[in-house]
């Protein structure tokens, strides 16, 4: 499904410190996906509903993306720390803002633990049962799913976890990792097969340059944390788009599990809400992260940088800024929209998410189609004279403090040894 295995990535163009700053940025913006999607999702069908759909998304999402990241950065294995690898380069654990911290034993024992927590932030102020739902009855099955990509023996179980007592309580949670040939694996999640033999799942990317300054892979010790500058111009752009794809393959599980509880006009609605939620915010963090204007070329850049329209082997989307006024082009056939993707969302009766995600760089554009062919739909952008108002999908997703968290230079990474 790459309707044209010739394009280069749209990452290419960026310097090596400008991807430093753009990967960490793609990972937090895959975690505020849900941000998104659940508040709708609890409008839809409860709270009961809402974490049995964060369950179902993640545990096909997960292990599918975690393999593909592990074969692009050769840290390939069935150990605990090929484990903890993943994680961080996974959008359920963007560093700092999930600060997990790990710590080996062995090869089949580990531990890690999180000095803060987002999601936490989040969840606190809704109540316990909120807390126990994602810390308890989320946590469980997914964190398991996320190892058995690495190793289907491998269990990961509570040392302690919220509700947090004392309130103040520090590390707010622990956890231990476990391998052992006892173990039995758990069952495989219902719709895997329709994430694992996805388009999404198969787009193959460019190999990694090793000829390129810098850490080519992550096939060395793990560390304590990833300095993305560390890593070469060719793995940064491999990264980029791997996490782009971690992205698509969440929502794909979202909107699965959507579908099964919803009539297919009403799962599209909740899709589009999902989906203008994050697009807004996450064109706005990408805008002040790499230092960009408001302006048409600002606009043309976010577009052609969001993670909902790479890697383009995946989506075939265009942007054109000839000075006159930007154009987002949407092929009608490609492998996102054959998925049922995010670009499937959008057509000419619905651009909500495309003005979500313009308003994102300044708040006065409008999107408007300019054409709607068998072939493409093609959208352009203009300037209003006022400011419109930002959205309530974009407001949701704003309660999070990951709208405005900042990542800060931790220094030279430690290797993490086997005690």
Known sequence: MNPDPERRSAYADLSRAQLAILVPELLLSGHLI???????SIAAF?????????????????????RRMQRALRFTGDGVETIFKGLQLDIGAPPQFMDFRYRIHDHFHGEFWLDH?????????????????????????TFDATALATNPRAQVRP??????????????????????????????????????NSAAAQVVLDPIDPGDDGHGDYSG???????????????????????????????LGFLIAVRARAENGDAAAIGRKQF????GLTSERLRLALDLGDDDAALAQVLRLHPAWNPLRYTGIRVDDDGGQVRLRI???????????????????????????????????????????PDELVVGFRQADT?????????????????????????????????
């Not at 476990?178 to 694996?185: L, M």
Request: hydrophobic share 40%; with cysteine.
């Open 34 to 40: 849900d941000r998104s999607g659940m508040a709708h």
């Open 46 to 66: 409860g709270r009961e509903g809402m974490t049995a759909i964060a369950i179902e998304e993640w545990q096909v999402a997960s292990p599918a993306y975690t």
């Open 117 to 141: 927590c987002g999601a936490l932030a989040d969840v606190e102020p809704m109540g316990e049962s909120y807390v126990k739902a994602m810390c308890h009855d989320i946590e469980d099955p």
């Open 159 to 196: 040392i302690h976890r919220p509700p947090r007592v004392p309130a103040d309580r520090h590390p707010v949670c622990a956890w231990t990792v476990t391998i052992d040939d006892s173990h039995i694996p758990p069952p495989v999640p219902a719709n895997s097969d329709l994430i694992a």
């Open 221 to 251: 010790p793990l560390l304590s944390d990833l300095r993305f500058g560390d890593f070469s111009r060719s793995a940064l752009i491999r990264m980029a788009d791997e996490v782009c794809l971690q992205h698509h393959l969440l929502t």
């Open 276 to 279: 203008a939620g994050i697009a």
């Open 331 to 373: 092929p009608a056939r490609s492998g996102a929209v054959h998925d049922r993707a995010w670009p499937s969302l959008i057509d000419a009766t619905h651009l909500a998410p495309l003005e979500a995600m313009a308003r994102g760089v300044n708040p006065r554009f409008a999107a408007h189609v300019i054409a709607d062919t």
């Open 387 to 419: 400011p419109f108002t930002e959205s309530g999908e974009v407001a949701i997703t704003r309660f999070s403090t990951g709208a405005d968290f900042r990542f800060t230079d931790r220094g030279i990474p430690l290797p993490l040894t086997v005690l």
